[in-house]
């Protein structure tokens, strides 16, 4: 290879210089060289189409790129620069000044060794909504002293904005919000003396100090901070800023701001955002000072009292947000003042009354959102005759009622009235109404049939949950713009034929589930676009054709029908690569297992059917999330590779004929949520593997014939609620936890009917801290499960064998009965205060009844029968107010039966064959009978203990003295109105009668029985 010749290797270094030199030698760079600078930058990036539309559909702050498309495909190098579409130059001197490619559709990296760097006269550059993944923002950008804007905003720029934006001293505007959150460590805008306008919406500014914002010019007349994890307390006077006109601090939840008491009256402000940020108490009426404000959106902001009627004098006010706060009263009728409005948005607050119908002066009005809260009365027709409103959002209120028949000038694009109270027909203008796109009244009170539609504007059409009654209008199928039918729970007897239906081309979601619904597969058509479809309990006894065209499927819900036989070949390919929900169960489904292709399906549901055979291997390459298959004749074993699974999070395949044993081969990050082998014929030791399931909230195995030891070692899960092994063939002592801390969150063990003896486990009682207290926050009625799956159990509850369909997640139970267990009770039961059922029956225990029972104050049922329990029922379990089942036959008991609150509801048969106990209910009486335990407490002991409200011991013993009814009545009075002293006076004579005439009987029968 021959020699460079000596010219072109000074070329070379002229070149070198040339492209890395200082910015004093660069900035002689000739208008020609420029050019070339720009042509390699542009050479270094992809142009991608798939960039648009931009990120603002999830960044709504982020501006509309009007017009998007590839500025640089139009450079070309026989043409100079200063005319390329996008670049400005100084006439004077040819200098690039100016570069604007914002959303041209660029995608590559920015190096800091790019030759944009170069371009040392810039004075305004904008780089906004391209893609730069994963590029840095080059400390070189801190190069432009004369730059005065910089939009680089929305361009995926990544990791932390460097420190020497801030030298960029000559900046009027900076924009750098970001797609991936950038880091803002340091303040970079301390040396920025002449900046107007600061962008840095969704910035992570976690480190900054709020007060470091008090050091921007005084001159700022826009300051957008939306998203920036912005934390700690920001002083009021960022909000006096003499020229502000622009204010957005929205979606910064750990912000504490405090609005102005006074003082407030900027007439520059028109744009304040401050949605999402810690405030509380009332809003000052001082906001009513922002004359010239058109922009105000203060949404979830935990404001509450009533709105100041002062708004009524932001007479510019163009978009009001006020959702979802703590506003209480009517809305002031000073809003009717607002005539430039065309947003309102006072959804999700405590408002009450009627709609005011000041609402009907804002003739301007196009979105009119009044949901979430308690209006109530009729619809009132000032409100549809604005003549300019096309979306009314009025659902979950209380309104009454028919709606208004005669309305005039309707220009309705969105109605939603849904979760109300309204009913009557549904009036002839709904179907009237030209422009109308989505209609949404469903959960009403609606009667009668659906009327024909006049028009074929309708995209969205939702009546569910009425009482319509009828056949579809045949005008439906001139809704050829439909993506939603939503009908269900109706009485509407629909007819899926070609006449109707054949037309919905662009239909997405149907549901006519809790309908009548006949189907006519002899004439087929398709839905090509039809991605959700609910038919479930619509009374179909066979799979609609049409659903094999479906090629979008996403999700099918046809349970709860009478679809009988085999499914179709057919079912297996619908939705091939689309489908991800599948809920066949509760049908006559027969034969082998479905032989299913979906590749992306996360959800099958097939319970309650009649499938037979084994449970494929071909599911296995599926990548499950829930499989409930529970409930049919399937038989073989559980296929390994379910239990291998790191996706799989539900796996009910309870109520077959498996066999075999569960496979031993649990991955390590496997994600299972819930396991209910119950109601199979498994056999065979628990593997241990099962450990390594650490999500595991639900284990249930019950009913089979798995043997060995106690599971120990699942004690190290975390995050198990619920442990069922009953009737199966487990044996041996329970000996002390191999953890620490073992089952800390379990609420439900049933280890019953097994083989288990020796002394029950105190030191795992001790640790069971899920079942100690019952939090307020807990009493709400939350279910173990998730979106798709609930989870549910077999229970002995109130000595019944009991489905619980749906497990609160605050019902606690025990169940060690039908063992070999031997010794005493431990003590340390009495500390698991949130019990709701406690059973040790059939063992053979002994000892006394544990007083500290009485601590149970939530115990519901408690089963002791079949023991050999000794000496007295603790007095101490009259304080069980809850306690409606009580089993405690079959021991050795003796003494007085307590009296009092819920013992006297308990039969003879809660203390059969206890030969030694006597009192009510019991004919024995107690005579000359000394106590082996702590004497009871006295009359007036127990009415000091009685609760302030509920039916107690002196209702019910009203009752037995005076007669039901009566003893009833006074309850109610006591639970309404107190105690006053005449009824507990009347309460201590009527105790006192009753006691008497017992001791009269008693003597004169003899004591005997």
């Given at each position: 290879?021959?020699?460079?010749?000596?010219?072109?290797?000074?070329?070379?270094?002229?070149?070198?210089?040339?492209?890395?030199?200082?910015?004093?030698?660069?900035?002689?760079?000739?208008?020609?060289?420029?050019?070339?600078?720009?042509?390699?930058?542009?050479?270094?990036?992809?142009?991608?189409?798939?960039?648009?539309?931009?990120?603002?559909?999830?960044?709504?702050?982020?501006?509309?790129?009007?017009?998007?498309?590839?500025?640089?495909?139009?450079?070309?190098?026989?043409?100079?620069?200063?005319?390329?579409?996008?670049?400005?130059?100084?006439?004077?001197?040819?200098?690039?000044?100016?570069?604007?490619?914002?959303?041209?559709?660029?995608?590559?990296?920015?190096?800091?060794?790019?030759?944009?760097?170069?371009?040392?006269?810039?004075?305004?550059?904008?780089?906004?909504?391209?893609?730069?993944?994963?590029?840095?923002?080059?400390?070189?950008?801190?190069?432009?002293?004369?730059?005065?804007?910089?939009?680089?905003?929305?361009?995926?720029?990544?990791?932390?904005?460097?420190?020497?934006?801030?030298?960029?001293?000559?900046?009027?505007?900076?924009?750098?919000?970001?797609?991936?959150?950038?880091?803002?460590?340091?303040?970079?805008?301390?040396?920025?003396?002449?900046?107007?306008?600061?962008?840095?919406?969704?910035?992570?500014?976690?480190?900054?100090?709020?007060?470091?914002?008090?050091?921007?010019?005084?001159?700022?007349?826009?300051?957008?901070?939306?998203?920036?994890?912005?934390?700690?307390?920001?002083?009021?006077?960022?909000?006096?800023?003499?020229?502000?006109?622009?204010?957005?601090?929205?979606?910064?939840?750990?912000?504490?701001?405090?609005?102005?008491?006074?003082?407030?009256?900027?007439?520059?402000?028109?744009?304040?955002?401050?949605?999402?940020?810690?405030?509380?108490?009332?809003?000052?009426?001082?906001?009513?000072?922002?004359?010239?404000?058109?922009?105000?959106?203060?949404?979830?902001?935990?404001?509450?009292?009533?709105?100041?009627?002062?708004?009524?004098?932001?007479?510019?006010?163009?978009?009001?947000?006020?959702?979802?706060?703590?506003?209480?009263?009517?809305?002031?009728?000073?809003?009717?003042?607002?005539?430039?409005?065309?947003?309102?948005?006072?959804?999700?607050?405590?408002?009450?009354?009627?709609?005011?119908?000041?609402?009907?002066?804002?003739?301007?009005?196009?979105?009119?959102?009044?949901?979430?809260?308690?209006?109530?009365?009729?619809?009132?027709?000032?409100?549809?005759?604005?003549?300019?409103?096309?979306?009314?959002?009025?659902?979950?209120?209380?309104?009454?009622?028919?709606?208004?028949?005669?309305?005039?000038?309707?220009?309705?694009?969105?109605?939603?009235?849904?979760?109300?109270?309204?009913?009557?027909?549904?009036?002839s203008w709904l179907f009237n109404l030209p422009s109308l796109v989505h209609l949404h009244i469903s959960s009403n009170q609606f009667i009668g049939e659906i009327g024909e539609f006049k028009s074929n504007s309708l995209e969205e059409l939702g009546l569910g949950h009425n009482k319509l009654q009828g056949s579809l209008p045949r005008s439906i199928s001139r809704l050829v713009n439909l993506t939603l039918l939503s009908l269900p729970s109706n009485n509407l007897s629909i007819m899926l034929d070609f006449e109707i239906f054949s037309e919905l081309k662009n239909l997405q979601y149907l549901d006519f589930s809790n309908n009548l619904v006949s189907i006519n597969n002899n004439v087929a058509y398709t839905l090509p676009n039809l991605k959700q479809i609910n038919l479930s309990s619509s009374n179909i006894s066979e799979f609609p054709i049409f659903l094999r065209t479906a090629t979008n499927l996403q999700n099918l819900d046809l349970s709860n029908n009478s679809i009988y036989g085999q499914a179709p070949r057919w079912l297996g390919d619908m939705g091939r690569d689309s489908l991800y929900f599948l809920d066949l169960s509760y049908n006559l489904l027969q034969g082998p297992f479905l032989n299913l292709k979906f590749l992306g399906l996360l959800y099958i549901f097939i319970s309650n059917n009649k499938l037979s055979g084994e449970i494929p291997c071909l599911i296995c390459k599926i990548s499950l999330e829930v499989l409930d298959l529970s409930h049919n004749d399937l038989s073989g074993t559980v296929p390994k590779c379910l239990v291998h699974s790191n996706v799989l999070k539900v796996l009910d395949l309870r109520m077959n004929s498996l066999h075999g044993t569960i496979p031993t081969t649990f991955?390590?990050?496997?994600?299972?949520?819930?396991?209910?082998?119950?109601?199979?014929?498994?056999?065979?030791?628990?593997?241990?593997?099962?450990?390594?399931?650490?999500?595991?909230?639900?284990?249930?195995?019950?009913?089979?014939?798995?043997?060995?030891?106690?599971?120990?070692?699942?004690?190290?899960?975390?995050?198990?609620?619920?442990?069922?092994?009953?009737?199966?063939?487990?044996?041996?002592?329970?000996?002390?936890?191999?953890?620490?801390?073992?089952?800390?969150?379990?609420?439900?063990?049933?280890?019953?009917?097994?083989?288990?003896?020796?002394?029950?486990?105190?030191?795992?009682?001790?640790?069971?801290?899920?079942?100690?207290?019952?939090?307020?926050?807990?009493?709400?009625?939350?279910?173990?499960?998730?979106?798709?799956?609930?989870?549910?159990?077999?229970?002995?509850?109130?000595?019944?064998?009991?489905?619980?369909?749906?497990?609160?997640?605050?019902?606690?139970?025990?169940?060690?009965?039908?063992?070999?267990?031997?010794?005493?009770?431990?003590?340390?039961?009495?500390?698991?205060?949130?019990?709701?059922?406690?059973?040790?029956?059939?063992?053979?225990?002994?000892?006394?009844?544990?007083?500290?029972?009485?601590?149970?104050?939530?115990?519901?049922?408690?089963?002791?029968?079949?023991?050999?329990?000794?000496?007295?029922?603790?007095?101490?379990?009259?304080?069980?107010?809850?306690?409606?089942?009580?089993?405690?036959?079959?021991?050795?008991?003796?003494?007085?039966?307590?009296?009092?609150?819920?013992?006297?509801?308990?039969?003879?048969?809660?203390?059969?064959?206890?030969?030694?106990?006597?009192?009510?209910?019991?004919?024995?009486?107690?005579?000359?009978?000394?106590?082996?335990?702590?004497?009871?407490?006295?009359?007036?002991?127990?009415?000091?203990?009685?609760?302030?409200?509920?039916?107690?011991?002196?209702?019910?013993?009203?009752?037995?003295?005076?007669?039901?009814?009566?003893?009833?009545?006074?309850?109610?009075?006591?639970?309404?109105?107190?105690?006053?002293?005449?009824?507990?006076?009347?309460?201590?004579?009527?105790?006192?009668?009753?006691?008497?005439?017992?001791?009269?009987?008693?003597?004169?029968?003899?004591?005997?029985?």
């Amino acid at each position: 290879m021959g020699c460079l010749t000596w010219q072109y290797q000074v070329l070379c270094l002229l070149s070198f210089l040339f492209l890395h030199a200082p910015s004093s030698f660069s900035s002689s760079l000739s208008s020609n060289s420029q050019c070339s600078a720009l042509l390699q930058f542009n050479n270094s990036f992809s142009i991608d189409s798939s960039l648009f539309p931009p990120p603002n559909n999830i960044y709504p702050h982020l501006p509309l790129c009007y017009t998007s498309y590839p500025k640089t495909a139009s450079w070309k190098e026989d043409k100079h620069c200063c005319s390329w579409d996008g670049v400005d130059c100084d006439k004077n001197t040819g200098h690039v000044i100016g570069l604007d490619l914002s959303c041209s559709w660029l995608s590559g990296t920015i190096h800091s060794n790019s030759t944009l760097f170069l371009l040392r006269h810039l004075r305004t550059l904008s780089l906004a909504g391209n893609n730069f993944y994963p590029s840095l923002i080059s400390s070189e950008f801190g190069q432009f002293k004369s730059l005065t804007h910089l939009n680089l905003s929305y361009s995926y720029f990544s990791g932390q904005i460097p420190s020497e934006i801030s030298q960029l001293s000559s900046l009027v505007s900076l924009d750098l919000s970001s797609t991936n959150n950038m880091l803002i460590e340091t303040p970079i805008w301390n040396n920025l003396t002449l900046l107007r306008e600061l962008h840095l919406d969704y910035t992570d500014m976690s480190s900054i100090r709020p007060k470091s914002l008090m050091n921007l010019s005084s001159s700022l007349t826009t300051l957008s901070l939306h998203g920036c994890n912005l934390q700690g307390k920001l002083k009021n006077s960022i909000l006096l800023l003499p020229s502000l006109q622009t204010l957005d601090l929205g979606s910064n939840p750990n912000l504490n701001v405090s609005l102005p008491k006074s003082n407030w009256s900027s007439s520059s402000l028109k744009f304040l955002d401050l949605s999402m940020i810690r405030f509380s108490g009332e809003i000052p009426d001082f906001i009513g000072n922002l004359k010239s404000l058109k922009y105000l959106d203060l949404s979830y902001c935990n404001f509450s009292g009533p709105i100041p009627t002062l708004l009524g004098n932001l007479t510019q006010i163009t978009d009001l947000i006020l959702s979802w706060n703590r506003f209480i009263g009517s809305i002031p009728t000073s809003l009717g003042n607002l005539t430039q409005l065309t947003l309102l948005d006072l959804s999700a607050n405590k408002f009450s009354g009627m709609i005011p119908a000041c609402l009907g002066n804002l003739t301007k009005l196009t979105s009119l959102f009044l949901s979430s809260n308690s209006f109530n009365g009729l619809v009132p027709s000032s409100l549809l005759n604005l003549p300019n409103l096309s979306t009314l959002y009025l659902d979950y209120n209380q309104l009454v009622g028919p709606l208004p028949n005669h309305v005039s000038g309707l220009n309705l694009t969105h109605l939603s009235l849904s979760s109300n109270f309204l009913n009557g027909t549904l009036p002839s203008w709904l179907f009237n109404l030209p422009s109308l796109v989505h209609l949404h009244i469903s959960s009403n009170q609606f009667i009668g049939e659906i009327g024909e539609f006049k028009s074929n504007s309708l995209e969205e059409l939702g009546l569910g949950h009425n009482k319509l009654q009828g056949s579809l209008p045949r005008s439906i199928s001139r809704l050829v713009n439909l993506t939603l039918l939503s009908l269900p729970s109706n009485n509407l007897s629909i007819m899926l034929d070609f006449e109707i239906f054949s037309e919905l081309k662009n239909l997405q979601y149907l549901d006519f589930s809790n309908n009548l619904v006949s189907i006519n597969n002899n004439v087929a058509y398709t839905l090509p676009n039809l991605k959700q479809i609910n038919l479930s309990s619509s009374n179909i006894s066979e799979f609609p054709i049409f659903l094999r065209t479906a090629t979008n499927l996403q999700n099918l819900d046809l349970s709860n029908n009478s679809i009988y036989g085999q499914a179709p070949r057919w079912l297996g390919d619908m939705g091939r690569d689309s489908l991800y929900f599948l809920d066949l169960s509760y049908n006559l489904l027969q034969g082998p297992f479905l032989n299913l292709k979906f590749l992306g399906l996360l959800y099958i549901f097939i319970s309650n059917n009649k499938l037979s055979g084994e449970i494929p291997c071909l599911i296995c390459k599926i990548s499950l999330e829930v499989l409930d298959l529970s409930h049919n004749d399937l038989s073989g074993t559980v296929p390994k590779c379910l239990v291998h699974s790191n996706v799989l999070k539900v796996l009910d395949l309870r109520m077959n004929s498996l066999h075999g044993t569960i496979p031993t081969t649990f991955y390590k990050r496997n994600d299972f949520r819930t396991i209910n082998l119950n109601g199979n014929q498994l056999e065979g030791p628990l593997p241990r593997s099962l450990a390594y399931c650490t999500n595991l909230e639900v284990l249930d195995l019950g009913n089979n014939k798995i043997n060995g030891v106690f599971p120990y070692w699942l004690g190290s899960l975390q995050n198990l609620r619920v442990l069922v092994i009953r009737s199966n063939r487990f044996q041996g002592h329970i000996g002390n936890p191999k953890t620490k801390f073992p089952f800390p969150n379990l609420r439900i063990i049933d280890i019953s009917n097994n083989q288990f003896n020796g002394p029950l486990p105190s030191k795992y009682f001790k640790h069971l801290n899920a079942m100690m207290s019952v939090h307020k926050s807990d009493v709400a009625l939350d279910y173990m499960g998730e979106m798709y799956y609930s989870d549910s159990v077999n229970v002995m509850l109130k000595g019944h064998d009991t489905k619980l369909v749906r497990i609160l997640t605050v019902f606690t139970s025990i169940d060690f009965s039908n063992n070999r267990f031997t010794g005493e009770m431990p003590k340390i039961i009495g500390r698991l205060t949130s019990l709701k059922g406690l059973n040790f029956s059939h063992n053979n225990l002994t000892g006394y009844i544990p007083s500290s029972f009485g601590n149970l104050t939530n115990l519901e049922s408690l089963d002791l029968s079949f023991n050999k329990l000794s000496g007295e029922i603790p007095n101490q379990l009259v304080n069980l107010q809850w306690l409606e089942v009580l089993k405690l036959s079959h021991n050795q008991l003796i003494g007085h039966i307590p009296s009092g609150k819920q013992f006297y509801t308990f039969n003879n048969d809660s203390y059969t064959e206890n030969l030694g106990l006597c009192g009510f209910p019991l004919s024995r009486t107690c005579n000359n009978h000394v106590s082996q335990q702590p004497p009871p407490s006295t009359l007036q002991e127990e009415e000091n203990s009685e609760p302030e409200n509920g039916f107690g011991w002196q209702a019910v013993s009203m009752g037995y003295g005076c007669g039901v009814i009566f003893g009833t009545l006074m309850g109610y009075l006591m639970f309404k109105i107190g105690k006053p002293k005449w009824i507990v006076r009347m309460v201590k004579l009527e105790q006192h009668i009753m006691l008497r005439r017992l001791k009269n009987n008693t003597h004169g029968r003899g004591g005997r029985k």
